[in-house]
């Protein structure tokens, strides 16, 4: 972690009693793997995320992921965690699903099915329950299916469709993304940092600014995005700087 990166982290850690850490999960937390199914936080993560749980007023994950993959792989007391981009969310009680967007589960069920169906050889398709989304990072020759596939059934089925990094999903037709999951969260406090590594964590960056202290951490990558790179204050290497700056703010 560079030294010109401290003072703005310093700032964020004195504030702790009324500040939050908001990060991805994937890229961020997890290193990037082929097979989705397979990404696991990077060994050390769940501790130091008790540690700053003990110490922040707010400590969250927010993804891409379902939420019944987070409550399994991020099993932190305290820890809010928020899949679907803000459609669902961890609680005691279970898993809670936005009423908009539950209706919309049998039609991404649908969709992933067909997509199973005609997927060619190295696609691979994700059933995230409120969303999908085909991976083509193992075949960069199947992304022009991916693309025209999700744009056919974004046309004839209502759902929306995303590029993402060596993907494409679909989701439901509700105005939820990062950016007014990350407002909902922080509203309130005095301080925040947003983490991410994909274009999907920039309406995050935009909404922590709003903030007075406000940390932007783009973690970085052979696939990271140019524009969230410049829009970060500071910019890390892989999930391994990422668990470097969590164990400064926990420290």
Known sequence: MAGDALP?????????????????????????????????????????????????????????????????????????????????????????????????????AEVAALARRQAPPGALVEDKGLGLTLHHRAAPSTAGWARAFAEEQAASRGLVAHVARQSVELRPPVAVDKGSSVAELVAGLEAACVAGDDMGDLPGFEAVAALPVAVRVAVDSDEAPLELLAAADLVVDGPAGMLAVLRYLAG
């Open 8 to 108: 703005c982290l310093a700032e964020l850690r004195s504030r702790a009693p009324r500040g939050g850490v908001l990060l991805d999960f994937d890229g961020t937390l997890a290193a990037i793997v082929v097979d989705p199914a397979l990404a696991r936080p990077l060994p050390g993560t769940l501790t130091v995320l008790r540690a700053l749980v003990l110490r922040f007023r707010l400590v969250a994950v927010l993804s891409g992921r379902p939420a019944s993959f987070l409550a399994e792989h991020l099993a932190v007391p305290g820890l809010v965690r928020v899949g679907s981009y803000g459609l669902e969310r961890v609680t005691p009680e279970g898993v809670i699903v936005s009423p908009e967007a539950a209706p919309w589960a049998p039609v991404v």
